[in-house]
């Protein structure tokens, strides 16, 4: 049956000529281990009644370096096996020593509940006396005294070990002065802000561990991203081993990049994403091969869901008895676990997910994934991909290009994306003022000594400083927490700022709550007038009350969206290092992002003819950030190429240029386009050359800019590519963007490609000209 | 990174969420201290140790020497009474410290407060120390809120500096509180209770929201009188708990003639240790006219299986007032017990024609009583008429 459809899609012209790349994974054989000897018997029988009676090497390298005391990171591809490489020296331990404990860690509560089904399974099977307890914000207050006194194994969250667990430390004495082991998994998705956050989270831990006595061991399990040692060891701030060899058998895997045919060559118009998917589903549905399909937004989750489920509702045949079921954050526990268990057992042939099934929960093997349009990072990509395949059998994959610039120049660059490493994680944990957050938090827990190591290079200081603000006091060479309140609780270690706006839908007396939105995009977004979708509908803004964080909305027909006219006003405030490369100045420092909206266009919707301005008043945005800038200095190649550009163009050139490395940064730094901003300045008062800022979204920044100053070479080459490999004429919004005004001066498209080709042109032959 | 650059890169991204850092006229820059030893000792503290202050206080013993199981599974002698109570900086978790804590106890005929304050964190150990000698397994603890919190705060407390903490019998007077007065005056915390209870009235109290502001000024400044009042009103606390308890001791002495408490509450107080009374104040409850009391009573009447004399309540209420409750009940007994199933139809219908009952979520329940007994009375027609076969 696969075969055959191999056999179709490649005789499928339609489909075959926009088939950018055709990738063929060989079968893997199993590399096997024996258990180790001293493994309790019964662990061996619980084992070998779910038919494991051998492990794979990554498995038991894994258990021997964990006996070793090592920490340990393990980064193999979804169902390697990779559960059993903590649990099995985690039971064993707990087993044979009846004191110790656990604590596992999954960054979602639905990660929770799998795993603790799975232990379940293995520990109720043979009665072992390893209580296992989920401790989350659903635990009942019931169970949460029983749980800190007997739980042996304790799953949560990051959340709640910040804000329920950790501050109330002293009635978990029991559990935290025994704590042996701490599971980190999914460990890749602490990265940016989150693992900026955790990573304090982790410092908090450790350092109540230390006042208990105990010194436990970490384990962590990665994806595979660019450098998962490097991100774990950042995070528990201490040595790793790597244990990638990955030991399990795979079957032969089909990975094809596809690009929808452009329908508008001139305007870089493709067929849709959703289209696309929808009808490659349905090529595979009915051919009985289990499909999963995966969109980036839960809109299009639910519509390609209901696509796909009208066209097999054809009752003269049997296609009707296909089931495809949508799945996306937002759905009740229970209908989420029914899901998963349909698609175990095979009652589900179908489904369509955001990148919520993306983590390690497990579904079971599925033959063909569709990702319907780039998930956004290659890791992602891989981790989607690996959805689909089991052990014995060939799978597909499918990635489907949708128009946007990174999409568009992953598709054309498939040696990019099978040739080399996944992305990098980036996180700044002594990014201030999440550490400050933290530091607070940690006071709260334990007074801190004036000598207390462990908690980042500045703690002196800002202890200093948080004792001047009045929440900590300095007696006795110790810095008490001296304030009324519980600092964990105003501190969130998922949103990027406490203060979101709320909006409130008002249509026919409503009064709603349909989403939120944190504050400095709310000033870009849903400042009065603006016209705002949220799940497919249209609403106008009556009111954003900035002071009250409240935006109140009403339903709406117009037929132009607003997009705000935002001006950044940016200003170095401190140089922390600059170096000539890549042909251009790269200097990495401190920034002020001042910005302001001013006004709004409205476009009309499909033509996007400019239909109208509208005024906004609204107070400044002010961030305190880390950036990267390009300074097209004198007597480089840029400043050079750049000079050639006719004068009247230099603003469009170098604004383009801007958002096009805007755009294919993401590509590289595993982030969302959301989390960096790009200003461009003709004349910067401060360089007095043309320069372009990047800047981290954050307030005191992520460690995206020190992650992209690493990287410059790349990223510029890849925007270079993007633009000269666009089948467009004037741009479009694949590469810099639709060209909006009707101007006599040239083709900029044209002008930016030759102003690139010369800069890095020259830059890179006067590299082959240094010794 | 120097501390000045790092407070101007913070303050950029905080001023615009704050007015100003510091209130305007607080001082907070470095100065000396002066030490609120003199000050203590001048208002009666004396020194256990350094930054640790125990001050004794001799009152009117307002208790009986022996009191009566009415709050205990059984009589105790009050001379193993400890009333304590704890002033803390804040709600609970690890970041909040008790700072005073006061015992009061019988001492010969006189009532003895002892509270022990801690002046500044680093005396915490030595201020458990000193706690020590007054807490022991063997006596009983009275408290208000105690069991939910002072007891909990305390066991944190001496578990952060590796100390265990092994306290008794743990009399919580908040629950029978609650019980007798909720429905009576409203919120019950123990200002409330001195004020419309024990009719005491406080001069410049302290509301207990700003303790722990006024303690952080004290530490911070030295200066007593920020934390005077607070001493004050923890005194008066303890004192109060004893007055409390003598107060549930005259309630127990003779629960029937009461009437400013809530009598159902009074009722549950007593049922495990004293049903016979219990049910007297009930019936006190009933005769007065109190339908909560009334209602207790038949159902306390129908758990024990004595169903003629709670029938004698239904039928008063459905009688009186056209109770719902009642008339359920009634109809209840009247269909399985008395198995007098006409009666109970119409009973049912009439439930069922009341205008109140619109709203009620009994409706269904209603619905399917009156189709039950309609097949029931269908059936008696059909047996008792000749139509159908014998089916014996």
């Known amino acids: 049956m696969f075969d055959e459809l191999i056999k179709t899609i490649k005789d499928d012209y339609d489909f075959k000529r926009n088939i950018t790349h055709w990738e063929i994974i060989k079968a893997r054989e199993g590399k096997y281990s024996d258990f180790p000897d001293d493994v309790d018997p019964i662990i061996l029988k619980i084992y070998a009644d779910r038919g494991i009676d051998r492990l794979y090497t990554h498995q038991k390298l894994c258990f021997d370096l964990i006996r070793e005391d090592r920490n340990v990171v393990v980064v193999t591809p979804t169902a390697s096996g990779k559960t059993l490489c903590y649990n099995l020296p985690v039971i064993d331990y707990l087993l044979k020593n009846p004191e110790a404990r656990a604590l596992y860690l999954f960054p979602t509560k639905a990660l929770s509940q799998d795993q603790q089904s799975e232990l379940n399974e293995v520990l109720l099977s043979e009665n072992l006396p390893i209580k296992t307890v989920t401790y989350d914000g659903d635990t009942p207050s019931s169970v949460r005294v029983s749980a800190r006194d007997g739980g042996r194994i304790i799953i949560t969250n990051p959340d709640m070990l910040h804000a329920g667990i950790m501050p109330n430390h002293p009635k978990w004495i029991k559990f935290l002065s025994n704590v042996k082991y701490i599971v980190i998994d999914e460990v890749h998705i602490y990265r940016g802000v989150f693992g900026s956050h955790v990573t304090n989270v982790i410092r908090r831990l450790k350092r109540i561990c230390r006042f208990y006595g105990s010194d436990p061991v970490f384990i962590c399990c990665s994806a595979t991203i660019g450098n998962p040692l490097e991100l774990t060891e950042k995070i528990i701030e201490t040595n790793a081993v790597l244990v990638d060899d990955n030991g399990s058998p795979s079957g032969e895997k089909h990975f094809i990049l596809y690009n929808p045919p452009l329908v508008d060559a001139v305007q870089g118009i493709r067929r849709g994403v959703v289209l696309e998917s929808q009808r490659l589903a349905l090529k595979f549905l009915k051919r009985g091969v289990k499909t999963i399909v995966f969109c980036r937004s839960r809109i299009r989750t639910e519509l390609i869901a209901s696509y796909i489920n009208d066209r097999l509702a054809n009752v003269f045949n049997d296609n009707h008895r296909i089931r495809v079921e949508a799945y996306r954050g937002g759905y009740l526990p229970s209908e989420r676990r029914e899901i998963e268990k349909g698609l175990r057992s095979g009652e589900i042939q179908g489904v369509v997910s955001t990148n919520a099934l993306e983590l390690g929960i497990d579904i079971g093997g599925l033959d063909a994934s569709i990702m319907a349009g780039f998930p956004g990072s290659i890791s992602s990509s891989w981790q989607q991909a690996g959805r689909a395949g089991r052990r014995a059998t060939s799978s597909v994959s499918i990635l489907i290009a949708s128009a946007a610039p990174v999409d568009q120049y992953v598709i054309e660059h498939p040696d990019y994306f099978f040739g080399r490493n996944p992305e990098s994680a980036w996180i700044d944990p002594d990014n201030i003022y999440i550490q400050l957050d933290h530091l607070k938090c940690a006071a709260f827990e334990l007074p801190f000594s004036e000598d207390d190591k462990g908690f980042g290079s500045q703690t002196p200081e800002l202890l200093v400083y948080l004792e001047e603000e009045g929440v900590l006091r300095n007696t006795g060479g110790k810095y008490y927490w001296a304030d009324r309140s519980y600092p964990a609780e105003t501190v969130s270690l998922r949103s990027a700022t406490s203060e979101n706006v709320v909006i409130i839908d008002e249509t026919k007396g409503r009064n709603a709550v349909i989403g939120e939105m944190d504050r400095p995009s709310a000033k870009e977004m849903l400042f009065n007038k603006a016209v705002y979708i949220h799940r497919g509908e249209q609403y106008q803004v009556k009111k954003l009350d900035i002071d009250n964080k409240k935006c109140f909305v009403e339903s709406s027909n117009l037929n132009y969206y607003t997009d705000a006219v935002v001006k950044t006003d940016i200003k170095l405030l401190e140089e922390d290092r600059s170096i000539v490369k890549s042909g251009v100045r790269i200097a990495e420092g401190d920034v002020l992002v001042r910005k302001q909206v001013t006004k709004f266009k409205k476009i009309k919707y499909r033509t996007h003819e400019n239909v109208g301005f509208g005024e906004i008043f609204l107070p400044e945005e002010e961030m305190h950030t880390r950036a990267v800038v390009f300074i097209f200095e004198e007597n480089t190649a840029s400043c050079s190429s750049f000079e050639n550009i006719p004068d009247e163009l230099k603003e469009h050139v170098i604004g383009r240029i801007g958002s096009l490395v805007k755009n294919v940064a993401p590509v590289f730094l595993l982030c969302e386009g959301r989390d960096i901003g790009v200003a461009e300045r003709l004349k910067d008062p401060h360089f007095g050359r043309a320069c372009i800022y990047i800047y981290d979204n954050y307030p005191g920044g992520t460690g995206l800019a020190e992650g992209l100053s690493r990287i410059t070479d790349e990223v510029l080459a890849a925007a270079f590519e993007r633009i000269s490999s666009c089948p467009c004429e004037y741009g479009c919004p694949s590469c810099i963007g639709p060209d909006e005004e009707e101007s006599d001066t040239g083709n900029k498209k044209e002008q930016i490609i030759t102003f690139f080709r010369e800069w890095l042109g020259e830059a890179k032959a006067s590299h082959a000209r240094l010794p | ?392």
């Open chain 2, 1 to 392: 990174m120097d501390l000045k650059n790092l407070r101007s890169r913070i303050d950029t991204i905080k001023k615009q969420d704050r007015p100003a850092a510091v209130p305007a006229g607080l001082d907070t820059g470095p100065r000396e201290i002066p030490p609120p030893e003199a000050a203590l000792l001048l208002n009666g503290w004396r020194r256990l140790a350094d930054m640790v202050y125990e001050k004794v206080t001799l009152s009117e013993n307002p208790l009986q020497p022996v009191i009566s199981d009415f709050l205990m599974p059984e009589q105790a002698d009050t001379a193993g009474l400890f009333f304590y109570d704890t002033e803390t900086t804040g709600l609970g978790g690890a970041g909040n410290i008790v700072f005073l804590t006061g015992f009061g106890f019988t001492e010969g005929d006189a009532f003895k407060t002892v509270q022990i304050m801690l002046t500044d964190f680093p005396g915490e150990p030595a201020f458990l120390e000193a706690m020590k000698p007054y807490i022991s397994p063997e006596r009983i603890y009275v408290s208000y809120n105690g069991r939910a919190f002072d007891a909990n705060i305390l066991k944190s407390r001496y578990a952060l500096n590796g100390m265990r903490l092994n306290f008794g019998y743990q009399l919580d007077l908040l629950y029978p509180s609650r019980r007798l007065w909720r429905n009576v005056i409203g919120s019950c915390s123990l200002g409330d209770i001195e004020e419309k209870i024990l009719k005491k009235e406080r001069e410049l109290d302290v509301p207990g929201a700003m303790v722990p502001d006024l303690y952080f000024d004290f530490m911070r400044s030295g200066d007593y009188a920020a934390i005077e009042g607070v001493a004050a009103h923890h005194l008066e606390d303890i004192k109060s708990l004893a007055e409390l308890l003598s107060v549930f001791e005259k309630i127990a002495e003779d629960p029937v003639r009461l009437t400013k408490v809530d009598r159902t509450g009074l009722a549950s107080q007593l049922t495990p240790r004293h049903p016979e009374t219990a049910e007297a104040v009930l019936e006190a409850g009933f005769k007065a006219g109190s339908f909560k009391a009334a209602k207790e009573l038949g159902l306390l009447r129908k758990r024990r299986g004595d169903y003629d004399a709670a029938r004698g309540i239904w039928e008063n209420l459905w009688e009186s007032r056209r109770s719902i409750f009642a008339g359920i009940e009634l109809a209840k007994q009247l269909e399985h017990r008395e198995k007098d199933i006409e009666k109970a139809h119409s009973l049912t219908c009439e439930l069922l024609s009341l205008d109140r009952i619109r709203i009620k979520l009994v409706i269904p329940e209603l619905e399917r009583r009156r189709v039950r007994l309609e097949l029931k009375l269908l059936r008696m027609v059909t047996r008792s008429g000749c139509i159908r076969r014998s089916d014996s």
